[in-house]
C-alpha cells in the first residue's frame, strides 16, 4: 500500500488480558516510530526503530510494554496485563533515510481496556 | 515537562478570513518543526515543515512563521475554507529522532 497501516483499528481488552498492535510502514522506510495519543493530548513518543534495531525506547511507560520490527518492517507493539490508563490510540508513524524527512503516521489503534 | 504548548485549544473562524494557530516551545535545541491535521478516526497528516535556520516557510494557503528568539511558531492559513477544519499539531524535533507534539488546536472554519 501507499500509506502506513495498523492493525486492528479498535481493540476493546479486558483488564489483565495481553495486546499486540501491527504496525505495516510505508515500504522501503527506515525508521518506524511508536506514539501514544491520549484523549486530548498530543502524541507521545514510545520508541523508535532504525531498520530492526530498537534505537530508543526511553518513551515506554512500563515493562509492560514491548515493541519488536525483528526484519526491519513490520512492527509491533505488544502491552502485556493491559491497565485501564492503557486506554489510548496508538499511533505508528515510519520515515524515509534523512534525519529531517517527514514521519507519516498511519490511522491509529484506538485501544479500550476495560 | 510539556516542552511543546499550544495554550489554545480550539479556534473558529469564518471562511475566507485568515486562521492563525499559535505553538511555543521550551527546549532551545529543537530545530526542526512542523505541523500536522488529524481529522477524526484518521492519523495526523503533514502539512508543512520549517528548518531552524529559516524564519518563514509557504506553501499555497499555509505559511509557517518561526521566532527563534521568542521560542514561538505559527501557521497561517489563507484563506481559510470549511475543509480545513480539523485538530492541528505542532511539533518539534532537535535532530534527534524523537518529536514533541503539542495538545492541538481544534479549527472550524464557518461557512
Known amino acids: 500500500g501507499a500509506g502506513v497501516s495498523q492493525s486492528p483499528r479498535y481493540k476493546v481488552a479486558k483488564r489483565g488480558q495481553d495486546v499486540a498492535l501491527r504496525c505495516d510502514p510505508i515500504?522501503?522506510?527506515?525508521?518506524l516510530f511508536w506514539y501514544q495519543q491520549a484523549l486530548g493530548q498530543g502524541p507521545e513518543f514510545l520508541t523508535y526503530f532504525q531498520n530492526e534495531a530498537q534505537l530508543d525506547k526511553s518513551g515506554l511507560p512500563s515493562d509492560r510494554f514491548f515493541a519488536e520490527r525483528p526484519e526491519g518492517s513490520v512492527s509491533t507493539l505488544k502491552i502485556q496485563r493491559t491497565q485501564q490508563e492503557d486506554s489510548a490510540v496508538y499511533l505508528c508513524?515510519?520515515?524515509?533515510?534523512?534525519?529531517?524527512?517527514?514521519?507519516?503516521f498511519g490511522p491509529g489503534t484506538r485501544l479500550l481496556v476495560l | 515537562d510539556q516542552q511543546v504548548k499550544q495554550n489554545s485549544p480550539s479556534l473558529s473562524v469564518q471562511e475566507g478570513r485568515i486562521s492563525i494557530l499559535n505553538c511555543d516551545y521550551t527546549?532551545?535545541?529543537?530545530?526542526?518543526f512542523l505541523w500536522y491535521k488529524k481529522y477524526p478516526a484518521e492519523g495526523p497528516t503533514f502539512l508543512i515543515s520549517?528548518?531552524?535556520?529559516?524564519d518563514k516557510n509557504e506553501d499555497g494557503r499555509f505559511t509557517v512563521f518561526l521566532n527563534k528568539s521568542a521560542k514561538h511558531l505559527s501557521l497561517h492559513i489563507v484563506p481559510s475554507q470549511p475543509g480545513d477544519s480539523a485538530v492541528y499539531f505542532c511539533?518539534?524535533?532537535?535532530?534527534?529522532?524523537?518529536?514533541?507534539f503539542g495538545a492541538g488546536t481544534r479549527l472550524t472554519v464557518k461557512p
Open positions: 527546549n532551545s535545541m529543537f530545530d526542526y
Open positions: 520549517i528548518s531552524s535556520i529559516k
Open positions: 508513524a515510519s520515515r524515509g533515510g534523512a534525519i529531517q524527512e517527514t514521519q507519516y
Open positions: 515500504s522501503g522506510h527506515v525508521s
Open positions: 511539533a518539534a524535533s532537535d535532530l534527534g529522532n524523537d518529536m514533541r
